[in-house]
C-alpha cells in the first residue's frame, strides 16, 4: 500500500511541476516558465528565468522573472533584447537570432538560452 501511495504521489508532483512550465490561456495563448526548465542557465549573478508568452507559433512577449542579475542589466536586456521577439515566428527546434545587449553579455546570453529551452518546450508539450 505505501508504494502505491508514494508512486501515486510522485505523479502527481511530476504533473504539478509539468503545469508549472506551462499553461494556456483561455484566447489561445501558450505560456512557458522557465524557472525549472532552465534551472541551470545562469546569467552573471544566477539563473534568469523567464515566462515566453506564444500564440499561433508567435512570440507575443518575453517577460524577465525574478533574477539575481542587477536591475540595470536586466532593464537593458528587456529593452534593448527582449522586446525584438514580440511578433517573431518559430518554428520547431529553430530559435530567432536576435543580437544581445552590450554591457550585459551574461545576461542577454543566458535570456537567449531561457527563450530557446522555452520554445522547444512549447514545441514538444502543446
Keep these: 500500500m505505501k508504494k502505491v501511495l508514494i508512486a501515486l504521489l510522485l505523479m502527481c508532483g511530476l504533473t504539478a511541476q509539468a503545469d508549472d512550465v506551462m499553461k494556456k490561456e483561455k484566447d489561445g495563448t501558450y505560456i512557458v516558465n522557465t ?10 549573478n544566477g539563473p534568469t528565468p523567464v515566462e515566453v508568452y506564444i500564440k499561433k507559433n508567435k512570440i507575443v512577449k518575453v517577460v524577465p522573472l525574478k533574477t539575481l542579475d ?9 529593452k534593448g533584447m527582449l522586446t525584438k521577439y ?3 515566428k518559430v518554428k520547431k527546434g529553430a530559435v530567432p537570432e536576435v ?4 554591457g550585459a553579455t551574461f545576461t542577454s546570453d543566458a535570456m537567449k538560452e531561457n527563450i530557446r529551452r522555452a520554445i522547444d518546450y512549447y514545441f514538444k508539450h502543446k
Excluded at 70 to 76: F, I, L
Excluded at 99 to 102: F, H, R, Y
Aim: hydrophobic share 30%; no cysteine.
Design 86 to 88: 514580440e511578433g517573431v
Design 35 to 44: 524557472t525549472t526548465l532552465a534551472q541551470d542557465v545562469e546569467g552573471y
Design 70 to 78: 542587477g536591475p540595470k542589466y536586466v532593464a537593458k536586456v528587456k
Design 99 to 102: 543580437d544581445g545587449v552590450t
